[in-house]
């Protein structure tokens, strides 16, 4: 049997199949939809007109577009969820709306994503800039760039999400301690978000080369908060 606070690089489905009824108390979840990037070659060509190289990795081919039979397994061992693209898959969700707001209208991809919820009937708005080297200032400022661009997200993934979107979200609907899952891990910018606000973490990853990637990351970014904070606290929030 697996275990919770602990990522995988596995099928969800043969995960999940693991683990009680109601076992997390939130599930975060980002599943491919396939209805973009892999038409526009990841987020436009391999170099930008600055010359900039891109090194997104390719569309994997274990991901599939998940169906019914997911999303009644993910509501099975979740009590509550956050499901991202939920306006390209035909399910019946909750009511509950989040917007994010990608403060890019500059740019001809979607000017926001939606997601999901059973948290509540209504919708809530986030904002953050994310287009490209074009990146939110923090999750207070997100409608303002970030002006050092040396602190910008390293993106690692085709469909990354950034860490102040999860940041915003633990905040608001999570709290210490709670089991939160991720189906589909990708860049691990759920992973990071769960770690600073003290969060139980259990993540899925099926393609080898993402997972390794996301490992990397959260490996680093450990490794740094650490270092800065040294040993002793339970979470980094206590820091």
């Not at 709306?97 to 997601?115: G, H, L, M, P, Y």
Request: proline share 4%; glycine share 8%.
């Amino acid at each position: 049997m697996l275990e919770t606070n602990h990522c995988y690089c596995m099928d969800c489905m043969e995960g999940m199949a693991q683990f009680q009824d109601g076992c997390f108390d939130l599930a975060v979840v980002d599943p491919p939809y396939f209805s973009g990037p892999e038409r526009r070659h990841y987020y436009g060509s391999n170099v930008s007109r600055t010359r900039v190289r891109r090194n997104y990795y390719p569309v994997s081919a274990a991901w599939k577009v998940p169906g019914k039979a997911y999303f009644d397994e993910l509501r099975r061992v979740s009590k509550h969820y956050i499901i991202w693209g939920c306006n390209y898959f035909s399910y019946d969700f909750a009511p509950g709306r989040i917007v994010w707001d990608k403060c890019n209208q500059s740019s001809s991809f979607s000017d926001c994503e939606i997601a999901a919820t059973d948290l509540f009937t209504s919708v809530r708005l986030f904002r953050y800039m994310w287009s490209g080297m074009l990146q939110g200032k923090s999750v207070a400022e997100g409608h303002i760039q970030q002006g050092n661009k040396a602190l910008n997200e390293v993106r690692i993934h085709p469909t990354q999400k950034p860490v102040a979107l999860y940041d915003w979200l633990f905040q608001r609907y999570a709290s210490p301690g709670m089991r939160v899952l991720d189906t589909h891990l990708g860049s691990g910018s759920s992973r990071i978000a769960a770690y600073k606000a003290g969060l139980d973490f259990t993540g899925f990853e099926i393609d080898r080369t993402y997972f390794d990637a996301a490992e990397k990351r959260f490996s680093k970014f450990a490794d740094q908060i650490s270092l800065f904070y040294g040993e002793g606290a339970d979470t980094y929030e206590n820091r």
